[in-house]
């Protein structure tokens, strides 16, 4: 009886043990697997799933005719070698384009993505992290797309740099976890960085949302910068864009909710 007993109690601590949820750093592919493929293509978002990411982000502009596309630039040039600006352009004159052989000739052909397209790459589970690059008038085509969507099981994480950009979607879809985004500069050597972890901190709070995405850099976030941020009310962080090893970990340790990162398969087995 007592062994049964035993062998039942270790039994079920090993059931417990093996269901409970494996707490694991977020692993977001930026622009998708863009090491490899043209970045913001769906090439590169099907290999960054290959990759096994957790999330990919893409950036994101409404066009003239009120669609939504996914490349980083305001024009066309870097990527697709004829310069025409995306928000004065309508889908048709975007997809007359190609935006693959820049990087690889293996890649002639990509067209540029709507976020319709790029939704259809996410698998049941994961993430789609949409910056936007539009400010204001691309939210209200923006809630409408994932509202036609909101049936799919995949999560979203909305940011942007614009302040009142995120503000404004997250109150119209307050259930989306949305982040502002910001870097740090500073006006010379001698000077500190700005912004300070309080003015970061008293944005998010300003602005409603969930959390704040920042450039990673270890010289500026360490634990006090964290500490001070929690503590201004600001919950929550992810970095970007990490692709070694040693900085993701540092932010690992700093309790990041993710790191954007252009090799995915580089920096997911090392955090995993």
């Known amino acids: 009886m007592i ?24 692993i977001v592919a930026h622009r998708g697997a863009s090491h490899d493929a043209p ?10 799933w290959q990759q096994g990411a957790d999330g990919i982000e893409g950036d994101f502009y409404l ?5 939504i596309v996914c490349i980083h630039d305001g024009d066309t ?11 004065k352009s309508t889908l048709a004159e975007l997809r007359s384009l190609e935006y693959g052989s820049w990087k ?8 540029i993505p709507t976020l319709d397209e790029v939704i259809a790459t996410v698998p049941v589970g994961k993430k789609l992290v949409i910056e936007l690059k539009s400010k204001l008038r691309i939210v209200p085509t923006l809630v409408e797309t994932l509202k036609k969507h909101q049936d799919k099981p995949i999560q979203w994480v909305v940011i942007a740099f614009d302040a009142p950009t995120a503000a404004e979607f ?28 309080a003015e ?3 944005t998010v709070k300003k602005t409603g949302v969930d959390g704040v995405g920042m450039k990673g850099m270890p010289g500026v976030i360490d634990a006090d910068f964290v500490k001070t ?7 929550e962080f992810h970095v970007w864009t990490i692709d070694d090893v040693a900085t993701a970990k540092t932010f690992e340790s700093l309790g990041a909710w993710g790191v954007t990162t252009n090799v995915p398969a580089v920096i997911g087995p090392a955090l995993r």
């Open 3 to 26: 062994r049964s007993a035993t062998q039942f109690l270790f039994g079920t601590l090993a059931v417990i043990v093996l269901a409970a949820p494996v707490s694991a750093q977020m």
């Open 63 to 67: 066009t003239a005719d009120g669609e």
């Open 77 to 87: 040039k870097r990527t697709a070698g004829v310069k025409r600006v995306v928000e």
């Open 200 to 202: 970061v901190a008293a």
């Open 39 to 48: 970045e913001n293509t769906l090439s590169a978002f099907r290999l960054a």
């Open 229 to 235: 941020l929690k503590a201004g009310g600001c919950p």
């Open 170 to 197: 997250k109150k119209q879809m307050p259930s989306v976890k949305t982040h502002w985004l910001t870097s740090f500069k500073r006006s010379s050597p001698a000077s500190s960085y700005r912004p300070t972890a």
């Open 104 to 111: 690889n000739e293996k890649f002639a052909g990509e067209a």
